[in-house]
């Protein structure tokens, strides 16, 4: 029989009592009640606190270690203790019932992400809406590039939800101020005092504990005035670096105090040779100071003198610094009090294991021989002696029938319940699909139990897309601003800039309107191909472009991102405006010398595109004597006063300067040529009284006559002029019609083959 201390395999509540103390090493007024310029004294304040907090964490810390031990498939009893009380050969296994449930619920979160073409939405602030929206696609596609290539993304995103999964909080964190690569831990890797609200705003402290390389922290300094100027302590940096390089180098030398000959291993990449790159524990301190800024310190572990480096209020909020994730809210609305996956299946899963010994113990129990030797000297000399199919024993031994309860039937029932709770306490993720026998099954319910998919909570949800919303808005914050000489971000700009996109519009994005893009579904693979199917069946509301990347959609979940170019590639050239269909028919009326308004409202940067080139062709064609110089002077007039109010209109906009600027030259040309073709008409006006029969006579009547049917010729053929135009774009828009309409059919066939 076991103990009955060995039954007591939950999880313990740790203790409250340090709070107050883990506060003792801020500061928070001084001796004139003025608020402190940094509520961190000293590194020994900084040391003694890290220990503080380390103490009030213990019990947590023994719960945390037993939850992974849990899901790394540690047994149900302890083997020592069943072999001191003679039950050596009790079934002792885990099953891996909570291995399965973190893999189904890591699956979800997985799928948020890589279910989805672009991570995030971005807000463009430089041009018109019209041209924006192209730009920001294109700046989201690049960025989820630069993500998706960044080697750790993958690695890091399931860390972080691993983490919070099994213990209920995750943290991301920042190494540097200008660093874009986060760095994942949980409550294991990062301290806060207990009873911190459930909001990164209300965090005093935290500390981080992270391991480097001697040569991570030389790149910190290896240029020293630069180093000093940003607040690191070159001396300590040096100094921790040389008290852990204690092995000898190539030349035999001892390198604890001989930094010249340490930078010069870093220098000749001998390091790792030389002293089997050897790691340094720093803490990290990140400190919310009075007026809600963020400083941050960093420190040796072990023995420090000084800061390694610090910076008071480096970061405006906290979140620039790092991002919390919670898998709940908690009973009390505290980061400790959120319970993860592993402390809400704790106890039915070493239950759960226990039972499924036991019943396995009876079922080896119940198919055994029991055998009852007369004498010990029977059983001494007990023997079988087998003959074919059957066995002899030895004599003076007798084969005992005894009933042996049937464990199965006591425990099956027990184990259906636990699995129904398990459910339960697991509602963040449930799983989709209808019974096996239930009669109303269509197709995607099949398709749901074959996927065995599952689907977040709404509030598990919201909850995970807050912060994650957070971190890559800091993250894209610190793409835009980020100085460093970093290879990555060089290919980023190079990418942007073959699409199109220059600096100027990616450091003029509005970052703090970042978004993640939410994945259909709500991490179910059968719950996306439902919305997708319930949107395809009001497709025909769509316009083109919504039907077109429905169809995208469709082919992405099946297919995968990688493989949709294949089958609906996407268009690089922008979608076609309303106002660029209005500024095509305003061409027309324009090129017939017609006058054109200029409405407020309209998209004064869309039709600017459109007027200018059209009117800087009839200046080529003036120019070389390729048209009428009567004909096109109307035209140019019109153009010249459409162009120069809308000039007008768009000049209060700052980011349209550069476009107002080449509209208000080609406007100067066009000046220049009107006042040389008004005076070149009025040439041919004299020309032709003079050379008129009746102008000997008082022939200007006549000359003027002359003139007058030679404008209303001019204006017949540019009325015919524009009929034929109208009549091309009438023809235009209904072949385009027509090809639509077959484009729409022949999508149709395909879903409903598909």
Known sequence: MLRKKELDFGLHMPSETLEIEALEGLGSLDEKGKPVKSRLKDVKSAVALFHTLRRADEGSSNNRARVDAMFDGANPYDSGRLAASGQGLKTNLNFGEAQRLLDISLSAYVDLYSSLERLVEVRGTEGEASEIKPKEDIVAEEITHLLRSWPEFHSSYLRLCNTFIKHGVGVTYFDTPDDWQFRVGGFADILIPRQTPSSENAIDVAIGRRSYHLHELYSFIKNPKAAERVGWDVDEVKRVILKNATSKGRSGASLYDDWEAMQSEFKNNDLYEGHQNPTVSVLHFW?????????????????????????????????????????GVGSNGTYHSVRGLGHRIFNHIQTSNRLRCQMIDGAMLGSAVMIQPESQRALDELGFTYYGAYAVLSPNVNIIEKAIPNLGTAVQPALQDISQ????????????????????????????????????????????????????????????????????????????????????????????????????????????????????????SFDEVGRRNLTRDIVSTRVGHDLADRYTPQQEEPRPTVDNKIAFFENQQLMAGSPVPVVANEMHGAHLQAHVPAMMQLIEQMNAGAADPVQVLPAMQAFYQHIGETVQALAADPSAEGMVGEARQALQ??????????????????????????????????????????????????????????????????????????????????????
């Not at 204006?715 to 639509?740: G, P, R, W, Y």
């Open 287 to 327: 400190v919310r100071e009075m007026d809600g800024s963020v400083s941050h310190y960093l420190c040796a572990e072990s023995s420090p003198k000084e800061f390694l480096y610090q910076k008071i209020s480096r970061y405006e909020k906290p979140e620039q610094a790092y991002v919390m994730f919670s898998y």
């Open 669 to 754: 040309f066009a000046e220049e040529m009107i006042n040389n073709t008004s005076k070149q008409v009025q040439k041919m006006q004299r020309e032709a009284a003079q050379a008129s029969p009746e102008a000997q006579g008082g022939g200007d009547q006549a000359g003027a006559g002359a003139l007058d049917a030679k404008m209303q010729e001019h204006q017949v053929k540019m009325q015919i002029a524009q009929q034929k135009a109208e009549l091309d774009m009438s023809i235009k828009q209904a072949k385009f019609e027509q090809e639509q309409a077959m484009r729409d059919a022949k999508n149709v066939m395909d879903m409903r083959e598909s």
């Open 421 to 540: 709770q398990l459910a339960l306490n697991t509602d963040t993720v449930s799983t989709y699909g209808a019974q096996q026998g239930s009669p109303y099954r269509n197709q995607m319910q099949v398709v749901a139990d074959m996927d065995v998919s599952t689907r977040l909570s709404g509030a598990s949800l919201n909850l995970f897309y807050s912060s994650w919303n957070r971190l890559l808005r800091e993250v894209v914050r610190r793409i835009v601003n980020n100085k460093k000489n970093d290879p990555a971000l060089k290919e980023f700009y190079k990418r942007c800039a073959q699409r199109g996109i220059d600096k100027s519009f990616i450091s003029s994005l509005d970052t703090a309107r970042t978004r993640a893009v939410r994945s259909i579904g709500s991490g179910s693979y059968a719950n996306r191909l439902v919305a997708l199917r319930e949107l395809q069946a009001i497709s025909g």
